[in-house]
């Protein structure tokens, strides 16, 4: 791959490469849901945050491991417009290309040029343009609870539970117990039709189920379906949720060379009103 | 006035069906103007539409029609100008896209109306006669008191053009640049790197292509470059029919951007996308 600039990581804070955009390009797409992102960068790797009010929150992650190259001075936070960043990932379409990421200081564009791996002498640059850095909200904290509910379950299975569900249903609700029904979710659609899927703990899709009580919480339904496409291409999926409903769903997507990336959701329960 | 010409090579037939086909993507009524020798057809020639190019095909009778006979309205003409509906004639011509045609003719007659017949002698499988399939395609015939306005375009003068090899890859981001801006510079310079760039609120991108072919230098200056309009960029790439890669790029600084497509020797396809302000 043909090096332009003379001296290209000289005055930059960050700079990474990734050889193959395939698992990056999907991930970032399936974060889309919002158009603002708070991207962080640090030694411990890149974090892309979209927030949807106080209801929905997804993280992208990839840690040092997944990239080519890392390099990174201090903590860098910017702001930047998710829809700018996946357009500029998909211009070369579906060709595997290789990527190059660069930022100067605050204020300076977030640079990304694209090598397609067929041809050496086409790349293409983006300057997207950054904002001022908010402060992701930190869900976390509120799932340290040694009570909580884990369940590791294999990525395409949840995925085909939620597509089953009521499309009509505005609400879901998710049983989490040591006792039967173990895993179960619960629609209700129109004409009040309920409509169920229960998994055991026993079902081969479980990898892990380490419930230590019984909670019982619903979501929106549309909040559930934003996970979706990530849901799609996920290898696991790590369901947890405390006393009171806070839902984390973490996936990992892997790529072609085995580089991990990890999308953590945060789902606000719905409370209830009575 | 009388026009006939015969086409017989398969090759031939299908890039002279495709060279109408990308015609007729671009724009409902076409230009045929019947020289003694050649043949052209232009599109968009008042530039009047704002999301579709001028584009014009110059084909040298000799390399398509072994049998090809002009004859002007009058003596002291040399054409004979038609104007036709590019979809009609596309579809008469639709034919010849796939195999088992021996021959297509076209003829201008007046039956009760001008109009080009294409008949084609295609060949069935289940016999081995051949049966014609003929459409007769209107035509309005052009009187030669309105030729100024039909004129064959010139090719610009370009300071600098490039040749690149593959416009596959060029096709597809114009196709996507043209949502993020609605104009598009293109840069060209003399270590045959081509630059196209679209700016927007949020974001540049430069798209880089190197190691092209420097096809015309004209002039001391060692750059380049124009802004053109993005939707008719995409137009013309996204109209392209023909299987030929190889395309060529004259940029006329702050003018317009020359696009050629060498289907074979005398068989050319161009198009002018004039220069806007960005």
Known sequence: MADVEPSPYGDCKFVARVEHIKTLTQAIKSICFNDYGMLQVSEDGLRITVEQGKSIQATLFMPPGAFMEFRVQDFQCFGLKMNVLSECLNLFGSADCSLRMMYKDKGDPLRIILYPHDDDDVSTECAIKTMDCDEPIDYDQNLKDPDLNVIFVRGPNLSKVFHEL??????????????????????????????????????????????????????????????????????????????????????????????????QFFIIPLLNTD | MKFRALMQDPLYMKEFQAIVATLTKLAKDCVMILGSRQMHFIVNEDQSSSASPLVWAGIAAEEYFPEYRMEAAHPEQEYIVLGVSSANLGRALSVLRGGGVNSCKLKLQRIQFPCISVIASVLTSSSTEAREVVHDVPVTIIPCSDWSAYVVPRVPPSQLALGLPSLRLLKSLIDKLKNISPSLEFQANLDGELNVIATSEMSTVTSRFQKLLIRTVAGSQREASCSVDSRKASAFFGALQLPNEELSIGIDREHSIHLQIDVRQDVVLHSILPAVCM
């Not at chain 1, 019984?214 to 934003?226: D, L």
């Open chain 1, 166 to 263: 009521e499309k009509s249903a505005e609400e879901f609700e998710f049983v989490t117990s040591p006792n039967r029904p173990h895993f179960k979710i619960t629609t209700v659609g129109i004409m009040q039709a309920v409509f169920s899927v229960e998994v055991a703990k026993t079902s081969p899709m479980m990898m892990m189920f380490n419930c230590k009580q019984t909670v019982v919480a619903r979501y929106k339904s549309q909040q559930i379906r934003i996970t979706n496409k990530a849901m799609q291409s996920a290898t696991k999926v790590a369901i947890k949720t405390n006393s009171v409903g806070l839902l984390e769903l973490h996936l990992v997507m892997q790529g072609d060379s085995q580089e991990e990336i990890f999308i």
